[in-house]
């Protein structure tokens, strides 16, 4: 029971005792006490007397055992208090290193990519020039299969020339002619 059970206990007990009293005392000779505020005092004295007996422990208890939950409570939320601003510059210091990392990131990634593009440029002006050299080669080689081509015809028409005039009966001078002009076209000597 709790305080409050207990003052209802005795108050109730009071005044049952106090009941029994003025039924002996209209019994047994003794007379009815009128005087409503001395037997109320008397009540109240005793009433008082025993909570202040009893109810020091029990209240004395409950502030101590509500004292001591209460420390418990502060201690608790001052350690994790503690705890958070700890944990908070812990996470504030890796944020900031995650931020220096990710700037030196973003720093080797331009450098690389500036590298990368010079080196891009470089082999694309290796490639144009190679092209260029084997476009040239590509046009020096036609153009020496057109004149050796050209020479071929030059000769088949010059042997064909030939060939014609010596079954009409060319004298030896314009043969001898025919074949000197002949190997000159031919870039001869």
């Known amino acids: 029971m709790g305080i409050m ?6 108050v109730a007990e009071a005044s049952a005792v106090n009941a029994e009293i003025a039924e002996a005392g209209a019994e047994g000779g003794f007379g009815l006490n009128f005087d409503i505020l001395s037997t ?14 009893f109810g020091r422990k029990v209240v004395g208890k409950t502030l101590s055992d509500r004292h001591e939950r209460i420390e418990t409570v502060i201690a608790t939320a001052e350690r994790r208090a503690s705890e958070s601003a700890s944990s908070l510059a812990e996470q504030q210091q890796k944020l900031a290193q995650a ?29 144009i020039q190679r092209m260029k050299e084997t476009a040239a080669q590509d046009l020096n080689s036609e153009r020496e299969r057109a004149i050796a081509q050209l020479r071929q015809q030059v000769v088949a028409m010059a042997l064909q020339k030939v ?25 001869g000597r």
Request: aromatic content about 2%; overall charge negative.
């Open 5 to 10: 059970g207990n003052l209802l206990l005795l």
């Open 40 to 53: 109320n005092l008397v009540n109240l004295v005793i009433i008082i007397g025993v909570l202040l007996y």
């Open 99 to 127: 931020q220096a990392e990710a700037e030196r990131i973003r720093k080797a990634a331009e450098e690389n990519a500036k590298v990368a593009r010079n080196n891009i440029l470089a082999q694309a002006t290796q490639d």
């Open 163 to 187: 060939e014609s005039q010596l079954q009409t009966g060319v004298d030896e001078a314009a043969q001898q002619q025919l074949i000197d002009r002949s190997i000159a076209l031919m870039g």
